[in-house]
């Protein structure tokens, strides 16, 4: 599929379609609606309750890094584009993203008449302000990097940059087209702007921009922030100056904090929360037959890992080469879903997840992914002839979150099949958790993963092991650096047919399958639930709940 010609498709239907497009995505991951409350009215008075944790910072769309911020960010915001629960493109705030013939330069034509929830009018300006603050390396916000293929990013790397300084490759044309021009082509730029980053913020947010973050009373999304209450709920209302395609089925969102997911469970069982997006670990294999909720499972785009940062003692040059391969061989995927998860995953074989264009079961290298316990032994004996282990093999993750149990199963099968010590480190809560990653100070492994917010495998490759999304710019949280790696991405961005550039992502994976940057394990499965009062209950491609659309009868 040549995506420049089918792009210019796009945006001619995109006003007209945009409505169609997104019913047609009802039967989408995890869409039901209660068979017992067929018949009965929905409540567009109702406020849906749903769980979350305490996110980890400001609700800035520049300086999300984690699932609790994002679910928030995404619903107080609107981008240029949004996606259908089946992961399709549609125009939101553009009316049309047309590139040129080597997609180097694209042209943005906004909808007339958008404002944010104060009445200020969204423009050009407005997205170009956003984006450049964002890039900016002075702001030190943590989606920089996704900006880095816009031309100008690396001037605002530059130290001592001035925070106010903008893209060069940014020309605000008039208030409704600005002209894009790369440093590189990037055949996936009219996906990526569907990433968190690219959400625009209002002008009064510059005023005080880490009190808005914690307080963005003005937003241009579905919803707009009633109360964010520490560690208690975030509370979000209809916005009522809303007037793009996500218009919202019912009055508000309240996001309740937990910090234990059985807690949830149990309140998601007594009638005291509508929807769980995730079931916890102990009660997976009973929650399909539990009589008090609506269950939902299926595949989502959930990709699973552990990282072992590069700096890590005993994993760099030929001996971490040989270290990671083994630490792979030595996990039993297979056996921690089956007793852990209750069969509610699926083994990684690649990089992405599978409902992720160019996901593959069949890279050369992937056989270092299946269980294999002498080949993991053999291969840590060679590392020690290099350099004698000493330690303890540590991974950390957030207590708050559905962790332990596997955490625990993964270090155990790393220890029997390496006669080493090999042990979970929890961190009390997931902003603990997100800030030791975030600050380099976790000391060991990690769990990880990645959902991208757009469903193209640039956001899952580029966004997580590219040189320029390390130190802190991106999610590579490891600072794995790879001229190899980074070339690839380029060549992969240069190509207009998705075809070609899936061969050229595949490469690049083959090639992570060599360096192990980290340790993939499995694509988590859409395990969610909701009370029998649920008239409609959605899922997006992320396999979390589509939230404009749920609806409680009456």
């Known amino acids: 599929m040549n995506l420049s010609k089918n792009l210019k498709k796009i945006a001619i239907s995109a006003v007209a379609g945009a409505s169609a497009v997104l019913l047609a995505a009802c039967g989408g991951i995890g869409s039901q609606q209660n068979a017992s409350e067929a018949s009965a009215q929905a409540n567009p008075d109702a406020v849906i309750t749903v769980n979350s944790v305490e996110p980890t910072g400001e609700l800035l ?7 609790a911020s994002w679910k928030i960010a995404t619903q107080l915001f609107d981008g240029l584009v949004t996606f259908t629960n089946k992961g399709e493109l549609v125009m939101d705030e553009a009316e049309s993203i047309t590139p040129n013939e080597d997609a180097s330069v694209y042209t943005i034509k906004l909808k007339s008449g958008l404002k944010f ?20 390396a002075t702001n030190a916000q943590v989606g920089a990097s996704i900006f880095s293929t816009i031309k100008g990013y690396d001037e605002l790397q530059q130290d001592g940059v001035d925070a106010n300084a903008q893209l060069s490759g940014l020309r605000v044309v008039d208030d409704q087209t600005l002209e894009v ?14 990433d968190v980053a690219f959400l625009p913020i209002p002008s009064v947010a510059y005023k005080d921009i880490h009190g808005f973050g914690k307080n963005p009373t003005v937003s241009n999304g579905p919803y707009v922030l009633d109360a964010w209450n520490i560690g208690k709920d975030i509370k979000l209302k209809k916005n009522p100056q809303y007037s793009g395609v996500r218009a919202p089925k019912n009055a508000g969102i309240d996001f309740v904090v937990y910090d234990s997911l059985d807690t949830a469970y149990s309140d998601l069982q007594g009638g005291n929360i509508d929807v769980l997006d ?23 785009s959930a990709f699973k890992s552990i990282t072992i940062p590069q700096n890590l003692a005993h994993f760099s040059g030929e001996e971490g080469a040989l270290r990671r391969q083994a630490i792979s061989y030595a996990i039993d995927r297979d056996g921690v879903i089956q007793k852990i998860l209750s069969g509610a995953a699926t083994p990684a074989t690649d990089f992405l997840a599978p409902v992720i264009a160019g996901y593959s079961k069949d890279l050369s290298g992937s056989d270092v992914l299946k269980y294999d316990a002498a080949k993991a032994k053999q291969l840590w004996a060679q590392a020690d002839a290099i350099s004698p282990w000493s330690g303890t093999f540590s991974i950390g993750y957030n207590a ?10 993964v270090a155990n099968s790393i220890a029997n099949s390496l006669g080493i010590e090999a042990t979970g480190n929890p961190y009390p809560t997931s902003k603990d958790f997100a800030s030791a990653v975030n600050q380099r100070q976790v000391g060991g492994a990690f769990r990880s993963g990645l959902q991208s917010d757009y469903p193209h495998p640039e956001g899952y490759l580029f966004q997580a092991y590219d040189s320029a999304s390390a130190d802190g710019k991106g999610l590579n949280n490891g600072d794995y650096k790879s001229a190899e790696f980074d070339g690839l991405m380029d060549k992969a961005a240069a190509q207009t047919s998705l075809n070609d550039a899936i061969k050229t992502y595949q490469q690049s994976e083959e090639l992570l399958l060599k360096d ?7 694509y988590d499965n859409v395990s969610a639930g909701a009370t029998k009062q649920m008239k409609t209950v959605k899922f997006n491609y992320m396999g979390l709940p589509s939230y404009y659309e749920l609806e409680k009868s009456k």
Do not use: C, H
Not at 400 to 409: L, M, T
Not at 516 to 522: A, E
């Open 61 to 67: 769309p520049g300086n999300v890094s984690d699932t």
């Open 117 to 136: 929830s104060d009445g200020e009018a969204i423009t050009a300006q407005t997205y170009a302000r956003s984006w450049s603050y964002a890039a900016n």
């Open 181 to 194: 021009t790369l440093n590189a082509p990037d055949s996936s730029f009219s996906y990526k702007v569907g």
């Open 278 to 300: 995730t079931i916890p670990t102990s009660a997976l294999g009973t929650y399909m037959t539990e009589s008090s909720i609506q269950a939902f499972s299926d595949s989502s």
């Open 400 to 409: 708050d979150g559905p962790y332990k149990a596997w955490v625990d199963a």
């Open 516 to 522: 192990l940057p980290v340790i993939p394990l499995w």
